[in-house]
């Protein structure tokens, strides 16, 4: 089983490139979570789609856009890549806001 | 808002012996849930172990087990017979149960846990 897919791996963007990043879950989940991963730090919520055509800001979201494309994908975008948003980006999913979150192997992006 | 703190950046433990990782965590809330993932180096993060609440026995997952004590705010993973795949980053984590808007977990800072053979 696929789980969570996230593309790509890894990125290198120079100051002001745009970029997204793709997430996709094959396990019929309906909740969807953009996460961000800092050195020293614990894992923070960009944004979140509770369901298919849903999304909402999470604890960090200045400088992102999300899109719920369909119940299966939801894409993260960096429109104007700062270094502030070198990070470990991990999308995650759940079948409803109770359940657990799986999480997919991440993207590691440096922004030059 | 919520808040968990792991207070130990970094643990040891001689391989098949027993380590004991700290978590606390604040919250108003009385009804939540609380997780501890493991991280190791490929990143994946996977979950270990997860607590509800309002349930006042202890979970169990084979070598994993938690305490958890409601009163004191304090959520401690215990990982008996260590072995070298334990290896990894341990993130305890918070989610409140009162659903749409309240999805998000809360992460600690995670603790660095390493194996000696």
């Known amino acids: 089983n696929a789980g969570v897919t996230q593309t790509p791996k890894f990125q290198v963007l120079k100051t002001g490139q745009s970029m997204t990043l793709q997430c996709a879950q094959d396990m019929n989940h309906n909740s969807m979570y953009w996460y961000r991963q800092d050195p020293g730090m614990g894992l923070r919520l960009i944004y979140y789609s509770a369901s298919e055509g849903t999304t909402d800001k999470g604890e960090v979201p200045n400088g992102y856009n999300v899109s719920r494309l369909n119940k299966r994908e939801f894409s993260l975008r960096l429109e104007s890549a700062a270094p502030s948003q070198t990070s470990v980006y991990f999308c995650a999913s759940s079948e409803t806001a109770k359940n657990i979150q799986y999480f997919g192997a991440g993207t590691r992006l440096s922004v030059l | 808002a919520q808040t968990v703190t792991q207070s130990q950046p970094e643990m040891s433990v001689q391989e098949a012996e027993t380590v004991t990782l700290s978590c606390t965590y604040d919250t108003s809330e009385s009804d939540y849930y609380l997780f501890w993932y493991k991280q190791p180096p490929s990143r994946q993060m996977i979950l270990v172990i997860r607590?509800?609440?309002?349930?006042?026995q202890n979970a169990t997952e084979n070598r994993f087990s938690v305490n958890f004590q409601k009163a004191a705010k304090s959520f401690s993973l215990k990982i008996s017979d260590s072995q070298l795949g334990d290896a990894a980053m341990y993130f305890c984590a918070y989610r409140s149960a009162l659903g749409f808007g309240n999805e998000k977990l809360t992460f600690g800072t995670g603790t660095r846990l390493t194996i000696i053979p």
């Open positions: 607590q509800e609440a309002y349930k006042q």
